[in-house]
């Protein structure tokens, strides 16, 4: 089965600084698609951007872009320029066949 | 393009009480997935519909959780005589087929058993 561990419960950034999220995931899929979810406090999930194992070029939307290491199963989130915006529990997440399997989350704090 | 709506946004019951909940996804989407969060913890998979079909189920939904979508459109997720352990935010997302393909989050629904 597919697990995806998020070690950090808890970070926090000062406003305008850069943070990174750190996530592995365990699979013995070769195909396999990587997300990271955004959920502000009593929202909705957000998707905040995606992998595709099979592309070594890591993505980028905007502020945001990924450290897709395969080998390593790591898949981190930096964030730059941070906003107060930017404030809320952060999944990782790994879809293969059909489901996503989330991580334990990671709660996001701006300090301004 | 409403997104995908939940109804209701919270739900509170006595213990041994059904519930009932509902989800109407995007609309073109044909799959449709149900989880269920609890406090401090990432979604779990519970099930998922492509069209009308159930095509998979966690072993986390018991038998006295039941999902239907009968039209491939909105689809309830039912749980009869709830129990303490069932208080949770149940969500539902839709996508497109595809593994590449995101799934789109509703709001959820809070359910709270006293």
């Known amino acids: 089965a597919q697990t995806v561990t998020q070690s950090q419960p808890e970070m926090s950034v000062q406003e305008a600084e850069t943070v990174t999220l750190s996530c592995t995931y365990d699979t013995s899929e070769s195909d396999y698609y990587l997300f990271w979810y955004k959920q502000p406090p009593s929202r909705q999930m957000i998707l905040v951007i995606r992998q595709e194992a099979y592309k070594q070029q890591n993505a980028t939307e905007n502020r945001f872009s990924v450290n897709f290491q395969k080998a390593a199963k790591s898949f981190s989130l930096k964030i730059s320029d941070s906003q107060l915006g930017d404030a809320a529990m952060y999944f990782c997440a790994y879809r293969g066949a059909q489901k996503l399997v989330f991580g334990q989350g990671t709660r996001l704090t701006i300090n301004p | 393009d409403t997104g995908v709506s939940q109804d209701p946004r919270h739900k509170i019951t006595k213990r041994g009480q059904n519930v009932t909940f509902r989800c109407d996804p995007i609309s073109e989407h044909n799959r449709l997935y149900w989880y269920r969060q609890t406090l401090g913890q990432g979604p779990e998979f519970l099930t998922y519909?492509?069209?009308?079909?159930?095509?998979?189920k966690s072993r986390l939904l018991s038998d006295r959780f039941s999902a239907e979508r009968p039209k491939g459109s909105f689809s309830t997720l039912e749980i009869q005589r709830t129990e303490q352990g069932d208080s949770a935010m149940y969500l539902c997302a839709s996508s497109l087929a595809g593994i590449h393909q995101p799934q789109h989050f509703g709001d959820g629904t809070r359910l709270s058993i006293l």
């Open positions: 519909f492509q069209n009308e079909a159930q095509l998979e």
